[in-house]
Every structure is written in structure tokens, then in C-alpha cells.
């Protein structure tokens, strides 16, 4: 009867492949994400003082943005000063609506967080065109007068702050009666 063949010892290659295969399954385990977690759930009064402090932050930057936007439509010449502060406020307009969005909202508290969205965004969008119509390379007539014709944030800047002012209303719990309407309605 002849012997069972002994089994090879495995190789230092397979027992290199192995090895990796174990500290790569390890890393892809550290690595890729579990399952998502449920979203987080902040009570109504939370989310309105949030969105109110967000909103408090973007009034607070409107009158230097409102500057800024109407030295852009100044005859004169723009200065650097005026476009480095002009780019500063883009800048601070996008961090605030990346807070906006991040911001946990429902119901009427999401809807006024999404009309300053856009409020917001038409502010970084204003304070962005009016740098283009002040510094653009190639100027003709129809720019120029659409430049000399830009003299601030007009109507979107008091819309935010009614806006704000309804939403901290609603956050520092004033009566309804004693607010108009509510936070994202005209």
C-alpha cells in the first residue's frame, strides 16, 4: 500500500499573497464606510435658532457686500483693494449657504432654509458679476453701461433680512400674531 504523499508546505509567495489579502481586506474594512446613519433629528426650535444665527451672520456681512457691489458700478476706476474685499465676501456668501445646506431641516423651517439658499446665492452671484463687469478684459459699450448701472444688492438684501427677522421671531418664540407670516413666505 503506498504512503499518502505529504502535503507541500505552502509557498512564501501564497503565504505572501494571503497576508496581503488579510491586511487589505482589514483596511477596506477600517475604510469603507458602514451602513449611513440615520439622519439626524433636531427638534423645531434647534433648527430655527441655527437658521436664525446663519442668517444673523449674512445680514451682518450685507452692508460691507452692498459697498462692494456698488463701487463696482462707480464711474472710476475699480481698485484692487475693492476686488480683493469684493472676492473676500464671495467667499464668506458661500460658506454661509454651505451651512445652509448642512443645516437639518423640515417643514417650514426647510422651506425658509431653502429661500435663503437662494437668497444667499444671489448675493455671491452679484458680489461675483459685478467683479466681472468691473474687471473685464475685453470692455465694450453695452458692459460699461450694464457696470454703471449696478449700484448695490437692492431688493434680495431686504427680503434676507425680513426673512431673517421672521425666522428669529420664530426662533426666540414671539406669539404668531406678532410676526406675520411665517419663516419662507411672501
Known sequence: MPLPAAQDPPSRIALMAQ?????AS?????????????????ARPEQLR???????????????ADRLVAACGEPEPVSGDVAKA??????????????????????DVAEARERAARLLSYHQWMLHQSLVFA???????????????????????DALRELRDQVRAAADGVPDDCRGPSPGHD
Do not use: C, K
Open 50 to 64: 441655527t437658521l436664525a444665527d446663519v442668517l444673523d451672520a449674512a445680514v451682518a456681512a450685507q452692508p460691507l
Open 26 to 42: 482589514r483596511a477596506l474594512g477600517r475604510w469603507w464606510p458602514a451602513a449611513p446613519a440615520p439622519p439626524v433629528r433636531i
Open 135 to 157: 474687471f473685464t478684459t475685453n470692455p465694450d459699450s453695452r458692459v460699461e453701461a450694464a457696470r454703471l448701472r449696478i449700484n448695490g444688492l437692492g431688493a434680495p438684501a
Open 86 to 107: 469684493a472676492g473676500e465676501q464671495v467667499v464668506v456668501y458661500h460658506r454661509l449657504h454651505g451651512m445652509l445646506r448642512a443645516l437639518p431641516a423640515d417643514g
Open 19 to 23: 497576508d496581503l489579502l488579510h491586511r
